[in-house]
RNA sequence: GGCGGCAUACCCAAGUGGUUAAGGGAGCGGUCUGCAAAACCGCGAUUCGGCGGUUCAAAUCCGCCUGCCGCCUCCA
Protein backbone atom coordinates (compact mmCIF):
# COMPACT_ATOMS: atom_id res chain seq x y z
CA UNK A 1 0.00 0.00 0.00
CA UNK A 2 1.34 3.53 -1.46
CA UNK A 3 1.74 6.38 1.67
CA UNK A 4 2.29 9.68 0.56
CA UNK A 5 2.93 12.10 2.62
CA UNK A 6 0.86 15.05 2.23
CA UNK A 7 1.61 18.99 2.93
CA UNK A 8 -1.78 19.80 3.06
CA UNK A 9 -2.70 17.80 6.07
CA UNK A 10 0.95 17.04 7.18
CA UNK A 11 0.43 13.42 7.21
CA UNK A 12 1.56 10.53 5.51
CA UNK A 13 -1.48 8.96 3.98
CA UNK A 14 -2.73 5.95 1.81
CA UNK A 15 -2.81 6.90 -1.97
CA UNK A 16 -5.83 6.82 -3.35
CA UNK A 17 -6.29 8.42 -6.43
CA UNK A 18 -9.69 10.23 -7.23
CA UNK A 19 -10.63 7.62 -10.30
CA UNK A 20 -8.18 4.64 -10.09
CA UNK A 21 -6.53 3.48 -11.95
CA UNK A 22 -5.91 6.73 -13.25
CA UNK A 23 -3.75 9.51 -11.53
CA UNK A 24 -3.45 13.18 -12.72
CA UNK A 25 -0.48 14.53 -11.79
CA UNK A 26 1.07 17.88 -12.25
CA UNK A 27 4.32 19.14 -11.38
CA UNK A 28 5.70 23.35 -11.49
CA UNK A 29 8.24 23.11 -14.28
CA UNK A 30 10.50 26.00 -15.30
CA UNK A 31 10.61 29.31 -15.60
CA UNK A 32 12.98 29.67 -18.47
CA UNK A 33 14.63 32.95 -17.65
CA UNK A 34 17.81 31.19 -17.55
CA UNK A 35 20.09 27.85 -17.23
CA UNK A 36 18.03 25.64 -14.67
CA UNK A 37 20.38 24.91 -11.27
CA UNK A 38 20.85 21.45 -9.63
CA UNK A 39 18.48 21.94 -7.20
CA UNK A 40 15.97 22.42 -10.46
CA UNK A 41 17.58 19.15 -11.42
CA UNK A 42 16.84 17.31 -8.49
CA UNK A 43 13.23 18.45 -8.40
CA UNK A 44 12.54 17.26 -11.38
CA UNK A 45 14.17 13.78 -10.74
CA UNK A 46 12.17 13.31 -7.72
CA UNK A 47 9.05 14.34 -9.55
CA UNK A 48 10.63 11.57 -12.50
CA UNK A 49 10.77 8.80 -9.92
CA UNK A 50 7.63 9.34 -8.35
CA UNK A 51 5.82 9.22 -11.81
CA UNK A 52 7.50 6.25 -12.82
CA UNK A 53 7.07 4.48 -9.51
CA UNK A 54 3.25 5.25 -9.69
CA UNK A 55 3.36 3.58 -13.42
CA UNK A 56 5.37 0.83 -12.15
CA UNK A 57 2.59 0.30 -9.58
CA UNK A 58 -0.12 -0.06 -12.57
CA UNK A 59 -1.28 3.54 -12.41
CA UNK A 60 -2.52 5.21 -15.70
CA UNK A 61 -0.65 8.51 -14.87
CA UNK A 62 -0.69 11.57 -16.82
CA UNK A 63 1.74 14.36 -16.23
CA UNK A 64 1.85 17.49 -16.69
CA UNK A 65 4.88 19.73 -16.45
CA UNK A 66 4.29 23.40 -17.39
CA UNK A 67 6.96 25.86 -18.62
CA UNK A 68 6.74 29.22 -17.73
CA UNK A 69 7.18 31.30 -20.52
CA UNK A 70 6.41 34.79 -19.42
CA UNK A 71 7.05 36.51 -16.56
CA UNK A 72 8.99 39.64 -15.02
CA UNK A 73 12.54 38.08 -15.51
CA UNK A 74 11.87 36.80 -18.70
CA UNK A 75 10.91 40.46 -19.82
CA UNK A 76 14.27 41.83 -17.78
CA UNK A 77 16.52 39.32 -19.32
CA UNK A 78 14.79 40.35 -22.90
CA UNK A 79 15.95 44.24 -22.24
CA UNK A 80 18.74 43.37 -20.24
CA UNK A 81 19.51 41.60 -23.86
CA UNK A 82 18.08 43.31 -26.17
CA UNK A 83 15.75 40.43 -27.86
CA UNK A 84 12.49 39.61 -27.38
CA UNK A 85 11.05 37.62 -24.96
CA UNK A 86 9.90 34.98 -27.06
CA UNK A 87 13.38 33.91 -28.00
CA UNK A 88 14.85 34.40 -24.33
CA UNK A 89 12.21 31.83 -23.87
CA UNK A 90 12.97 29.54 -26.49
CA UNK A 91 16.74 29.57 -25.90
CA UNK A 92 16.57 28.14 -22.45
CA UNK A 93 13.30 25.74 -22.74
CA UNK A 94 15.61 23.93 -25.01
CA UNK A 95 18.30 24.31 -22.99
CA UNK A 96 15.98 22.78 -20.33
CA UNK A 97 15.00 19.91 -22.34
CA UNK A 98 18.61 19.41 -22.79
CA UNK A 99 19.16 18.64 -19.61
CA UNK A 100 16.03 16.55 -18.96
CA UNK A 101 16.98 14.31 -22.16
CA UNK A 102 20.80 14.16 -20.32
CA UNK A 103 19.02 13.61 -17.16
CA UNK A 104 17.17 10.30 -18.22
CA UNK A 105 13.82 11.97 -17.17
CA UNK A 106 11.19 10.90 -19.12
CA UNK A 107 9.08 13.58 -20.84
CA UNK A 108 5.65 14.57 -19.27
CA UNK A 109 2.57 13.91 -21.24
CA UNK A 110 2.33 17.56 -22.11
CA UNK A 111 4.41 20.70 -21.62
CA UNK A 112 2.24 23.38 -21.52
CA UNK A 113 3.51 26.94 -22.23
CA UNK A 114 1.94 29.81 -20.08
CA UNK A 115 1.63 32.17 -23.74
CA UNK A 116 -0.59 29.18 -25.16
CA UNK A 117 -3.14 29.22 -22.60
CA UNK A 118 -4.07 33.27 -22.21
CA UNK A 119 -7.64 32.39 -23.26
CA UNK A 120 -8.19 30.22 -20.32
CA UNK A 121 -6.81 32.44 -17.83
CA UNK A 122 -8.78 35.35 -19.08
CA UNK A 123 -12.12 33.19 -18.46
CA UNK A 124 -10.87 32.16 -15.09
CA UNK A 125 -10.08 35.63 -14.08
CA UNK A 126 -13.34 36.79 -15.33
CA UNK A 127 -15.31 34.40 -13.31
CA UNK A 128 -13.19 35.21 -10.38
CA UNK A 129 -14.67 38.53 -10.80
CA UNK A 130 -18.24 37.65 -11.56
CA UNK A 131 -18.41 35.94 -8.22
CA UNK A 132 -16.96 38.33 -6.53
CA UNK A 133 -13.33 37.11 -5.70
CA UNK A 134 -11.88 39.69 -7.66
CA UNK A 135 -11.54 43.28 -8.49
CA UNK A 136 -10.04 45.46 -11.12
CA UNK A 137 -7.98 48.25 -10.31
CA UNK A 138 -6.17 50.87 -12.41
CA UNK A 139 -2.87 50.59 -13.34
CA UNK A 140 -0.92 51.61 -16.54
CA UNK A 141 -1.77 53.82 -19.71
CA UNK A 142 -2.48 50.51 -21.66
CA UNK A 143 -4.83 48.80 -18.98
CA UNK A 144 -5.84 47.71 -15.23
CA UNK A 145 -4.38 45.38 -12.57
CA UNK A 146 -6.97 42.77 -11.79
CA UNK A 147 -6.08 41.51 -7.76
CA UNK A 148 -7.33 38.29 -5.76
CA UNK A 149 -9.73 39.31 -2.70
CA UNK A 150 -8.08 36.80 -0.52
CA UNK A 151 -9.92 37.23 2.34
CA UNK A 152 -13.10 36.19 0.56
CA UNK A 153 -11.85 32.90 -0.50
CA UNK A 154 -12.08 31.66 3.61
CA UNK A 155 -9.73 28.89 3.75
CA UNK A 156 -6.85 30.76 2.34
CA UNK A 157 -3.93 29.76 4.17
CA UNK A 158 -4.94 26.17 4.74
CA UNK A 159 -2.42 24.70 2.84
CA UNK A 160 0.87 26.78 4.25
CA UNK A 161 -0.70 26.69 7.86
CA UNK A 162 -0.65 30.72 7.97
CA UNK A 163 -4.07 32.88 8.58
CA UNK A 164 -4.60 36.30 7.23
CA UNK A 165 -4.31 37.88 10.50
CA UNK A 166 -0.77 36.94 10.76
CA UNK A 167 0.65 37.52 7.62
CA UNK A 168 -0.81 41.16 7.81
CA UNK A 169 1.08 41.48 10.97
CA UNK A 170 4.10 40.22 9.60
CA UNK A 171 7.21 42.19 8.93
CA UNK A 172 7.74 40.82 5.29
CA UNK A 173 4.53 41.62 3.69
CA UNK A 174 4.90 44.51 1.17
CA UNK A 175 2.78 47.80 0.95
CA UNK A 176 0.74 48.50 -1.84
CA UNK A 177 -1.51 50.93 -2.36
CA UNK A 178 -3.80 49.08 -4.76
CA UNK A 179 -4.56 46.31 -2.68
CA UNK A 180 -6.92 45.70 -0.80
CA UNK A 181 -5.78 43.52 1.74
CA UNK A 182 -1.58 42.62 1.88
CA UNK A 183 -2.44 39.33 0.51
CA UNK A 184 -4.10 39.60 -2.28
CA UNK A 185 -1.78 39.02 -5.42
CA UNK A 186 -2.29 39.53 -9.30
CA UNK A 187 -4.08 37.23 -11.74
CA UNK A 188 -3.92 40.13 -14.33
CA UNK A 189 -1.67 42.99 -14.72
CA UNK A 190 -1.58 45.73 -17.32
CA UNK A 191 1.40 45.80 -19.32
CA UNK A 192 3.71 49.34 -19.63
CA UNK A 193 4.32 50.26 -23.22
CA UNK A 194 6.91 47.97 -24.62
CA UNK A 195 6.21 44.89 -22.61
CA UNK A 196 4.92 41.81 -24.18
CA UNK A 197 1.03 42.47 -24.08
CA UNK A 198 -2.16 40.42 -24.64
CA UNK A 199 -5.89 41.87 -25.22
CA UNK A 200 -8.07 41.28 -22.21
CA UNK A 201 -11.28 43.31 -20.92
CA UNK A 202 -9.30 44.73 -18.67
CA UNK A 203 -6.67 46.34 -21.74
CA UNK A 204 -3.39 45.18 -22.74
CA UNK A 205 -1.69 43.11 -20.30
CA UNK A 206 -0.38 39.61 -19.13
CA UNK A 207 -1.02 36.78 -16.93
CA UNK A 208 0.73 36.91 -13.08
CA UNK A 209 2.37 33.76 -11.78
CA UNK A 210 -0.32 31.61 -10.16
CA UNK A 211 -2.97 31.80 -12.51
CA UNK A 212 -1.25 30.00 -15.40
CA UNK A 213 -0.54 27.03 -13.26
CA UNK A 214 -4.43 26.94 -12.14
CA UNK A 215 -5.81 27.46 -15.96
CA UNK A 216 -3.84 24.49 -16.90
CA UNK A 217 -4.46 22.22 -15.06
CA UNK A 218 -8.16 23.02 -15.11
CA UNK A 219 -7.94 22.86 -19.17
CA UNK A 220 -5.52 19.50 -19.23
CA UNK A 221 -6.56 17.97 -16.14
CA UNK A 222 -9.73 18.92 -14.59
CA UNK A 223 -11.19 20.71 -12.15
CA UNK A 224 -9.17 18.04 -9.69
CA UNK A 225 -6.52 16.52 -10.02
CA UNK A 226 -4.30 13.75 -7.55
CA UNK A 227 -0.96 15.11 -7.07
CA UNK A 228 0.51 18.83 -7.82
CA UNK A 229 4.45 18.77 -6.75
CA UNK A 230 7.02 21.20 -6.60
CA UNK A 231 9.61 22.62 -4.50
CA UNK A 232 8.82 23.52 -0.80
CA UNK A 233 9.21 27.05 -1.25
CA UNK A 234 5.83 27.13 -3.70
CA UNK A 235 3.81 26.21 -0.68
CA UNK A 236 3.31 30.14 -0.38
CA UNK A 237 2.70 32.02 -1.71
CA UNK A 238 2.30 30.17 -5.21
CA UNK A 239 0.57 26.97 -3.96
CA UNK A 240 -1.51 28.61 -1.59
CA UNK A 241 -2.55 30.82 -4.39
CA UNK A 242 -3.45 28.20 -6.61
CA UNK A 243 -6.04 26.81 -4.53
CA UNK A 244 -7.56 29.59 -3.70
CA UNK A 245 -8.04 30.78 -7.19
CA UNK A 246 -8.89 27.60 -8.27
CA UNK A 247 -11.80 26.27 -5.37
CA UNK A 248 -12.86 29.93 -5.03
CA UNK A 249 -14.05 29.47 -8.81
CA UNK A 250 -15.46 25.98 -8.80
CA UNK A 251 -15.78 25.29 -5.28
CA UNK A 252 -14.21 21.79 -5.27
CA UNK A 253 -11.00 20.54 -3.88
CA UNK A 254 -8.37 21.20 -6.30
CA UNK A 255 -5.82 18.90 -5.49
CA UNK A 256 -5.99 15.71 -3.53
CA UNK A 257 -2.46 15.26 -2.60
CA UNK A 258 0.13 18.01 -2.41
CA UNK A 259 3.93 17.03 -2.56
CA UNK A 260 6.81 18.95 -2.01
CA UNK A 261 10.58 18.20 -2.43
CA UNK A 262 13.62 19.89 -0.33
CA UNK A 263 16.02 22.19 -1.56
CA UNK A 264 19.87 21.54 -2.36
CA UNK A 265 21.53 23.51 -0.52
CA UNK A 266 25.63 24.41 -1.12
CA UNK A 267 28.07 23.31 1.58
CA UNK A 268 24.93 24.26 3.66
CA UNK A 269 24.01 27.48 2.52
CA UNK A 270 21.20 28.40 0.23
CA UNK A 271 22.30 28.26 -3.60
CA UNK A 272 21.20 31.82 -4.53
CA UNK A 273 22.46 34.51 -7.20
CA UNK A 274 23.40 36.92 -4.23
CA UNK A 275 25.61 34.26 -2.74
CA UNK A 276 27.23 33.52 -6.10
CA UNK A 277 26.87 29.84 -5.35
CA UNK A 278 24.61 28.68 -8.16
CA UNK A 279 25.37 25.05 -9.62
CA UNK A 280 24.12 24.74 -13.17
CA UNK A 281 22.91 21.41 -13.94
CA UNK A 282 24.75 21.36 -17.49
CA UNK A 283 28.16 22.27 -15.46
CA UNK A 284 26.96 18.94 -12.95
CA UNK A 285 26.87 16.75 -16.06
CA UNK A 286 29.86 18.35 -17.62
CA UNK A 287 31.79 16.68 -14.43
CA UNK A 288 29.73 13.76 -13.30
CA UNK A 289 28.02 11.28 -15.17
CA UNK A 290 23.70 11.58 -15.26
CA UNK A 291 23.26 8.42 -13.55
CA UNK A 292 25.88 9.62 -10.68
CA UNK A 293 23.58 12.73 -10.18
CA UNK A 294 20.62 10.61 -10.02
CA UNK A 295 21.52 8.70 -7.54
CA UNK A 296 23.39 11.38 -5.70
CA UNK A 297 19.96 13.45 -5.74
CA UNK A 298 17.74 9.83 -4.84
CA UNK A 299 20.84 9.27 -1.98
CA UNK A 300 18.33 11.28 0.94
CA UNK A 301 14.72 11.52 0.84
CA UNK A 302 13.03 13.82 -1.43
CA UNK A 303 11.45 15.93 1.26
CA UNK A 304 14.71 16.27 3.13
CA UNK A 305 17.18 19.06 2.35
CA UNK A 306 20.42 17.58 0.46
CA UNK A 307 23.62 18.87 1.27
CA UNK A 308 26.03 19.38 -1.60
CA UNK A 309 29.37 19.20 -1.17
CA UNK A 310 32.09 17.73 -3.57
CA UNK A 311 33.43 15.42 -1.42
CA UNK A 312 30.16 14.48 -1.15
CA UNK A 313 28.81 13.77 -4.15
CA UNK A 314 32.59 12.08 -4.93
CA UNK A 315 31.93 9.78 -2.28
CA UNK A 316 28.31 9.18 -3.74
CA UNK A 317 30.31 8.01 -6.67
CA UNK A 318 32.67 5.65 -5.42
CA UNK A 319 29.66 3.71 -4.24
CA UNK A 320 27.63 3.82 -7.21
CA UNK A 321 31.08 3.20 -9.14
CA UNK A 322 31.03 -0.52 -7.42
CA UNK A 323 27.19 -1.03 -7.79
CA UNK A 324 27.45 -0.75 -11.70
CA UNK A 325 30.31 -2.69 -11.76
CA UNK A 326 28.31 -5.77 -10.69
CA UNK A 327 26.53 -5.52 -13.84
CA UNK A 328 29.58 -5.81 -15.66
CA UNK A 329 31.32 -8.37 -13.63
CA UNK A 330 27.36 -10.51 -14.37
CA UNK A 331 27.80 -10.08 -18.29
CA UNK A 332 31.54 -10.92 -18.18
CA UNK A 333 30.57 -14.41 -15.84
CA UNK A 334 27.55 -15.13 -17.78
CA UNK A 335 29.24 -14.47 -21.43
CA UNK A 336 32.47 -16.30 -20.25
CA UNK A 337 32.09 -20.31 -20.72
CA UNK A 338 30.48 -22.22 -17.74
CA UNK A 339 32.08 -24.55 -15.55
CA UNK A 340 30.75 -27.82 -14.08
CA UNK A 341 33.28 -27.81 -11.64
CA UNK A 342 33.07 -24.83 -9.51
CA UNK A 343 31.76 -25.30 -5.85
CA UNK A 344 29.49 -22.01 -5.32
CA UNK A 345 27.31 -21.58 -2.74
CA UNK A 346 24.11 -19.64 -4.30
CA UNK A 347 21.46 -20.04 -1.51
CA UNK A 348 22.07 -16.30 -0.11
CA UNK A 349 21.91 -15.29 -3.56
CA UNK A 350 18.70 -17.39 -4.20
CA UNK A 351 17.09 -15.25 -1.21
CA UNK A 352 18.54 -12.07 -1.89
CA UNK A 353 16.84 -12.40 -5.43
CA UNK A 354 13.44 -13.39 -4.10
CA UNK A 355 13.47 -10.91 -1.66
CA UNK A 356 14.20 -7.69 -3.62
CA UNK A 357 11.86 -6.58 -5.07
CA UNK A 358 9.22 -6.88 -1.98
CA UNK A 359 12.18 -4.63 -0.20
CA UNK A 360 12.24 -2.47 -2.91
CA UNK A 361 8.77 -1.87 -2.67
CA UNK A 362 8.10 -1.71 0.72
CA UNK A 363 10.61 1.11 0.46
CA UNK A 364 9.15 2.99 -2.65
CA UNK A 365 5.48 2.70 -0.96
CA UNK A 366 6.70 4.61 2.23
CA UNK A 367 6.57 7.89 0.79
CA UNK A 368 9.19 6.82 -1.84
CA UNK A 369 11.73 6.42 -0.07
CA UNK A 370 14.53 5.97 -2.67
CA UNK A 371 17.51 5.65 0.23
CA UNK A 372 16.25 2.60 1.47
CA UNK A 373 15.00 1.40 -1.96
CA UNK A 374 18.80 1.40 -3.27
CA UNK A 375 19.83 -0.24 -0.24
CA UNK A 376 17.61 -2.88 -0.63
CA UNK A 377 19.36 -3.12 -4.55
CA UNK A 378 22.57 -2.53 -3.11
CA UNK A 379 21.93 -5.82 -0.67
CA UNK A 380 21.28 -7.52 -4.16
CA UNK A 381 24.64 -6.33 -5.92
CA UNK A 382 26.33 -6.86 -3.03
CA UNK A 383 25.80 -10.85 -2.78
CA UNK A 384 25.98 -11.60 -6.73
CA UNK A 385 29.62 -10.12 -6.00
CA UNK A 386 30.16 -12.07 -3.14
CA UNK A 387 29.34 -15.39 -5.82
CA UNK A 388 31.20 -14.11 -8.13
CA UNK A 389 34.15 -14.16 -6.64
CA UNK A 390 33.95 -17.97 -5.77
CA UNK A 391 34.89 -18.89 -9.24
CA UNK A 392 36.33 -17.30 -12.14
CA UNK A 393 34.16 -19.38 -14.14
CA UNK A 394 30.77 -20.53 -12.71
CA UNK A 395 28.01 -23.20 -12.80
CA UNK A 396 25.34 -23.65 -14.93
CA UNK A 397 22.99 -23.11 -11.82
CA UNK A 398 24.75 -19.58 -11.10
CA UNK A 399 24.57 -18.23 -14.72
CA UNK A 400 20.34 -18.91 -14.38
CA UNK A 401 20.46 -16.89 -10.89
CA UNK A 402 23.19 -14.49 -12.57
CA UNK A 403 20.70 -13.24 -15.14
CA UNK A 404 18.19 -13.65 -12.88
CA UNK A 405 20.24 -10.13 -11.11
CA UNK A 406 20.81 -8.92 -14.18
CA UNK A 407 16.81 -8.56 -14.98
CA UNK A 408 15.96 -7.42 -11.74
CA UNK A 409 18.68 -4.40 -11.14
CA UNK A 410 18.23 -3.53 -14.78
CA UNK A 411 14.15 -3.51 -13.76
CA UNK A 412 14.67 -2.02 -10.52
CA UNK A 413 17.82 0.87 -10.95
CA UNK A 414 16.64 1.40 -14.29
CA UNK A 415 13.25 2.74 -12.63
CA UNK A 416 15.59 5.19 -10.19
CA UNK A 417 17.78 5.74 -13.54
CA UNK A 418 20.95 5.13 -11.67
CA UNK A 419 22.07 2.20 -14.02
CA UNK A 420 24.26 3.04 -16.46
CA UNK A 421 24.52 0.91 -19.95
CA UNK A 422 27.96 2.41 -20.74
CA UNK A 423 30.44 -0.72 -20.51
CA UNK A 424 34.02 0.31 -19.93
CA UNK A 425 35.48 -0.89 -23.87
CA UNK A 426 39.43 -0.19 -24.40
CA UNK A 427 40.82 -0.10 -27.87
CA UNK A 428 41.88 -2.64 -29.81
CA UNK A 429 45.61 -1.97 -29.28
CA UNK A 430 44.95 -1.82 -25.25
CA UNK A 431 43.02 -5.30 -25.43
CA UNK A 432 46.12 -6.05 -27.59
CA UNK A 433 48.74 -5.62 -25.18
CA UNK A 434 46.82 -6.88 -22.11
CA UNK A 435 46.65 -10.42 -24.01
CA UNK A 436 50.33 -9.97 -24.44
CA UNK A 437 50.80 -9.61 -21.06
CA UNK A 438 49.14 -12.60 -19.86
CA UNK A 439 51.75 -14.80 -22.01
CA UNK A 440 54.95 -12.88 -20.16
CA UNK A 441 52.99 -13.26 -17.21
CA UNK A 442 53.12 -17.11 -17.71
CA UNK A 443 56.91 -16.54 -18.94
CA UNK A 444 57.49 -14.94 -15.52
CA UNK A 445 58.78 -12.11 -17.46
CA UNK A 446 57.34 -9.62 -14.88
CA UNK A 447 59.76 -6.31 -15.66
CA UNK A 448 58.29 -6.67 -19.59
CA UNK A 449 54.52 -7.12 -17.63
CA UNK A 450 54.66 -4.31 -15.32
CA UNK A 451 56.14 -2.08 -18.27
CA UNK A 452 53.16 -2.92 -20.33
CA UNK A 453 50.54 -2.17 -18.05
CA UNK A 454 52.74 1.43 -17.02
CA UNK A 455 51.92 1.74 -21.00
CA UNK A 456 48.22 1.26 -21.07
CA UNK A 457 47.62 3.58 -18.03
CA UNK A 458 49.58 6.35 -19.76
CA UNK A 459 46.66 5.77 -22.40
CA UNK A 460 44.35 6.27 -19.76
CA UNK A 461 43.46 2.31 -18.70
CA UNK A 462 44.16 0.02 -15.60
CA UNK A 463 45.13 -3.29 -15.95
CA UNK A 464 43.12 -5.98 -13.15
CA UNK A 465 44.27 -9.59 -12.60
CA UNK A 466 40.99 -11.49 -12.21
CA UNK A 467 41.57 -15.19 -10.80
CA UNK A 468 42.21 -17.84 -13.70
CA UNK A 469 44.86 -15.58 -15.84
CA UNK A 470 41.94 -13.63 -17.16
CA UNK A 471 42.28 -9.63 -16.83
CA UNK A 472 40.12 -6.69 -16.70
CA UNK A 473 40.46 -3.18 -18.66
CA UNK A 474 38.99 -0.41 -16.77
CA UNK A 475 39.24 3.39 -17.29
CA UNK A 476 42.11 5.20 -14.76
CA UNK A 477 40.81 5.83 -11.79
C1' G B 1 7.37 38.26 15.38
C1' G B 2 4.36 34.01 12.86
C1' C B 3 4.60 29.07 10.46
C1' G B 4 7.39 24.66 9.35
C1' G B 5 11.57 21.29 9.19
C1' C B 6 16.03 19.04 10.93
C1' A B 7 19.82 17.18 14.80
C1' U B 8 21.51 9.06 14.14
C1' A B 9 29.16 6.46 13.81
C1' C B 10 34.85 10.13 10.90
C1' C B 11 31.44 11.66 6.40
C1' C B 12 26.61 10.87 3.56
C1' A B 13 22.04 8.60 5.04
C1' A B 14 17.57 5.06 6.34
C1' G B 15 14.96 3.79 10.64
C1' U B 16 9.23 7.21 13.88
C1' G B 17 7.14 2.09 20.20
C1' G B 18 9.51 -4.00 21.07
C1' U B 19 14.41 -9.51 17.62
C1' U B 20 21.67 -7.96 16.24
C1' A B 21 20.01 0.78 14.94
C1' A B 22 19.60 -0.41 6.99
C1' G B 23 22.80 0.99 2.94
C1' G B 24 27.06 3.76 0.93
C1' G B 25 31.95 6.30 1.50
C1' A B 26 36.42 6.60 4.35
C1' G B 27 39.39 3.68 7.99
C1' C B 28 41.51 -0.73 10.26
C1' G B 29 42.66 -6.18 10.22
C1' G B 30 42.74 -10.58 7.10
C1' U B 31 42.54 -13.82 2.45
C1' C B 32 44.20 -13.80 -2.47
C1' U B 33 48.43 -11.95 -5.49
C1' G B 34 55.30 -12.24 -8.88
C1' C B 35 54.14 -7.01 -7.66
C1' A B 36 50.13 -3.60 -7.87
C1' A B 37 45.19 -2.96 -8.08
C1' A B 38 40.69 -5.11 -7.69
C1' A B 39 37.83 -8.59 -5.33
C1' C B 40 36.10 -11.18 -1.07
C1' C B 41 35.83 -11.84 4.42
C1' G B 42 35.88 -9.56 9.20
C1' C B 43 35.78 -5.13 12.64
C1' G B 44 33.37 -0.53 13.88
C1' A B 45 27.24 3.66 17.04
C1' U B 46 25.50 -0.72 24.30
C1' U B 47 23.75 4.14 21.39
C1' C B 48 20.58 7.99 18.38
C1' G B 49 21.97 17.02 20.28
C1' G B 50 20.88 17.90 26.01
C1' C B 51 17.53 17.39 30.28
C1' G B 52 13.06 15.58 32.17
C1' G B 53 8.28 12.77 31.47
C1' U B 54 4.77 8.77 29.59
C1' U B 55 5.34 3.28 29.05
C1' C B 56 6.64 -3.37 30.95
C1' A B 57 9.41 -1.24 26.63
C1' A B 58 11.49 5.11 23.17
C1' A B 59 16.29 7.03 18.43
C1' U B 60 11.00 6.53 17.76
C1' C B 61 5.45 9.57 21.84
C1' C B 62 5.09 14.33 25.18
C1' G B 63 7.44 18.83 27.47
C1' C B 64 11.48 22.07 28.01
C1' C B 65 16.39 23.57 26.38
C1' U B 66 20.46 24.08 22.79
C1' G B 67 22.09 24.32 17.73
C1' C B 68 21.18 24.52 12.41
C1' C B 69 17.91 25.47 8.27
C1' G B 70 13.64 26.92 5.25
C1' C B 71 9.15 29.90 4.32
C1' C B 72 6.47 34.52 5.47
C1' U B 73 9.46 39.02 -1.06
C1' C B 74 11.09 36.21 -6.87
C1' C B 75 12.68 31.19 -6.04
C1' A B 76 12.77 23.93 -7.31
Redesign the pocket.
Known amino acids: MLKITNTLT?NKEPFGPLTPPKVKMYV????VYDD?????A??AVNFDVIRKYLAFSGFQVTYVMNI?DI???IIKKAIDEKREYSEVAATYTKAYFDVIEKLGIQKADIHPKATEYIAEMIGLISGLIEKGHAYVVPSTDLGKDVLFDSPTFKSYGKL????LE??Q??????KNETKKN??D?VLWKASKPGEPQWDSPWGKGRPG?HIECSSMVRKLLGDSIDIHG?????????HENEIAQCEAFTEKPYVKYWL??????IS??????SLGNIWKAKDALKDFRPEVLRYFFL???Y?????Y?R??L???M???E??N??FQ?IEEALTAPHSDAAVMDLLELRLAIDEVETKFKE?MD??F?T??A??AL??L??????V???SARVTPGAKSLLAEVLEKLNLLGGLLGIVTTERASAPKEVEELAQA?VEL?KE?K??E??EI?ARVLAMGF??????GGHF?ILPK?
Do not use: Y
Request: glycine residues 10%; charged residues 35%; positive net charge.
Open positions: GCGPTIHIGNRSTDDRSGKNELEGARVEPTFWGGIDLIFPHHNGFIEGQKMSKSAHRSGLNDEIEANRGWEFQTRADDNPKIAFDARETRRLSQRKKFKADRTIEDVQRK
